[in-house]
């Protein structure tokens, strides 16, 4: 019985010693989980002195750099999977007369031409007083034809009354290019009645326009430069038009999509007195 009573007082200091043990032990730390190295830092691209996140959902620029070549006179070409872009010019009265069939026989495709503007301080809309002769001699010469509008509008309803102008004066006429919504800043300072025009506003005063030439049966389009393109428009509300971008370089470098390029504007072209805006039809 002594012996028993040992074991058993041993056994009872073991188990005690136990329980203390795991009453008395440090709790674990919860391990952090590693820094996940996969994962990228976010995708960003310089414009000037900006650093600029994608606009998500907005498609990229999906030209091959490769395809682009510039010939002796300056003028740019594209060629992809064996199908070359159209070159055309686009005008305004700035141009003064034109003969429209030197320009047709010096490799032109395509104009568009500037139909009228609104006024930048009263609002009024007018004609390019060379609208009619360069829309009836661009046709004579079998080039196709688009037109633009210099648009000056602060409401989507403004907007919507310069397509009714340029719709109204194209009647009749056949418009195979587009029909452009072209608005643009004006000098800050110069009593401009859009100097204060928020960006939201100017989004969608550019699709009231294209809807309502879309709605007459005609191709609409917005024009406009990388600060517009990349400050001002919010692209993904006008990504079901054609848009013409202007960047005068030898390959363009705006980062999203874009329908017509408008390359340079001192060109040289057979029939047009001095300097011509030169563009790359790219669809």
């Known amino acids: 019985m002594g012996k028993l009573t040992l074991v058993v007082a041993l056994l009872a200091l073991l188990v005690s010693c136990v329980t203390l043990f795991l009453i008395l032990r440090p709790e674990k730390q919860e391990e952090e989980p590693p820094p996940d190295i996969s994962e990228e830092e976010p995708v960003t691209f310089r414009f000037g002195d900006r650093q600029l996140t994608p606009l998500e959902g907005m498609p990229l620029n999906p030209y091959d750099r490769e395809g682009f070549t510039v010939d002796s006179r300056g003028r740019v070409s594209y060629e992809r999977d064996g199908k070359a872009a159209k070159t055309g010019v686009d005008v ?3 141009q003064n007369e034109i003969d429209w069939p030197a320009v047709a026989a010096d490799g032109i495709d395509f104009a568009i031409l500037r139909l009228g503007y609104r006024g930048y301080t009263e609002g009024g809309l007018f004609m390019d007083q060379t609208f009619q002769a ?3 001699g661009a046709l004579d010469a079998g080039l196709e034809v688009g037109v633009y509008f210099f648009s000056q509008a602060i409401t989507p309803e403004e907007a919507e009354a310069e397509a009714a102008y340029v ?3 194209v009647e009749g006429y056949e418009i195979a290019y587009p029909i452009a919504f072209d608005w643009e800043p004006i000098t800050s300072g110069s009593g401009a009645r859009t100097e204060s025009l928020d960006n939201r506003t100017l989004t969608q005063c550019a699709a009231a326009f294209c809807a309502k030439v879309r709605e007459a049966g005609y191709t609409p389009a917005v024009y406009f430069n990388q600060s517009l393109g990349y400050l001002r428009y919010d692209l993904r509300e006008l990504t079901g038009y054609t848009l013409w971008l202007a960047e005068y370089d030898t390959k363009p470098d705006f980062y999203y999509h874009f329908d017509l390029w408008q390359y340079t504007h001192t060109g040289q072209v057979a029939g047009i ?11």
Do not use: E, K, P
Not at 275 to 283: A, E, H, T
């Open 273 to 283: 007195q001095g300097d011509v805006d030169l563009d790359l039809d790219l669809r």
């Open 92 to 94: 305004s009265t700035y």
């Open 167 to 169: 719709l109204n004066a």
């Open 134 to 136: 360069n829309l009836d």
